[in-house]
């Protein structure tokens, strides 16, 4: 493989995991398999990227302001911080969404970090090609993330050790997205495979 990669952890946080406001099922199971890759990609000097749903407290996201979804991942409460097992880097770029009244923004593309950067113009100026995704859940942010990703022209490979969904809506539901993401062109992997083709950051050739 040819280019820089990146590891994008979507929505890890604790209104999605066991006991939180909108809990994917088993949504903790995936926090080792994350901190795994993590790890991974942390030692091969690649950057390490988790997005994160940060709401105002008046949404219209929200059931109670006209939307489809509970409270959930209010910014600066419990709910909305990454699940306390999660490893992340202290250099991780944070990449927040939702944030303003009239957004619902599932994908991570549609965040920006604290100096207003989009993920695309971060991805862009790190010269990353190729992108892993995991995270919370399989059925909304995840699919919207990758689909975004392939859009953009990113190489993006689905973790499905690394992901969970919640069928919400139908009980095939994390099945046809998954699906969808590999109709447009993103490829299943697991860490036994990325773990033979994650290629430290130095060793790649820039072209200037």
């Known amino acids: 493989m040819e280019g820089s990669q990146a590891l994008l952890l979507?929505?890890?946080?604790?209104?999605?995991?066991?006991?939180?406001?909108?809990?994917?099922?088993?949504?903790?199971?995936i926090v080792p398999a994350c901190n795994?890759?993590?790890?991974?990609?942390?030692?091969a000097g690649l950057p390490v990227f988790a997005s994160r749903d940060w709401?105002?407290?008046?949404?219209?996201?929200f059931q109670e302001y006209g939307g489809i979804w509970p409270t959930h991942c209010v910014q600066n409460t419990p709910g909305a911080e990454f699940h306390p097992n999660l490893k992340l880097?202290?250099?991780?770029?944070?990449i927040s969404k939702g944030r303003r009244?009239?957004?619902?923004?599932?994908?991570?593309?549609?965040?920006?970090?604290?100096?207003?950067?989009t993920l695309n113009e971060i991805l862009?100026?790190?010269?990353?090609?190729?992108?892993?995704?995991?995270?919370?859940?399989?059925?909304?942010?995840?699919?919207?993330?990758?689909?975004?990703?392939?859009?953009?022209?990113?190489?993006v490979h689905l973790l499905t050790d690394?992901?969970?969904?919640?069928?919400?809506?139908?009980?095939?539901?994390?099945?046809?997205?998954?699906?969808?993401?590999?109709?447009?062109?993103?490829?299943?992997t697991d860490f036994e495979k990325v773990r033979g083709s994650v290629k430290p950051r130095e060793s790649i050739a820039y072209q200037i």
């Open 162 to 188: 690394a992901i969970k969904g919640i069928n919400m809506f139908f009980s095939d539901d994390i099945y046809r997205s998954v699906e969808l993401m590999e109709r447009y062109g993103a490829v299943k």
């Open 101 to 117: 009244p009239y957004e619902d923004s599932y994908s991570a593309f549609q965040g920006r970090d604290d100096d207003g950067g």
């Open 55 to 61: 709401h105002p407290e008046k949404t219209s996201h």
């Open 10 to 29: 979507v929505d890890i946080q604790n209104d999605f995991c066991c006991g939180g406001k909108i809990s994917v099922p088993k949504g903790d199971s």
């Open 89 to 94: 880097p202290p250099d991780a770029f944070i």
């Open 124 to 155: 862009k100026n790190l010269g990353v090609l190729e992108l892993y995704v995991g995270g919370l859940a399989t059925d909304f942010c995840v699919k919207h993330s990758v689909l975004d990703g392939l859009h953009s022209n990113y190489s």
């Open 36 to 43: 795994a890759y993590i790890k991974l990609f942390t030692a």
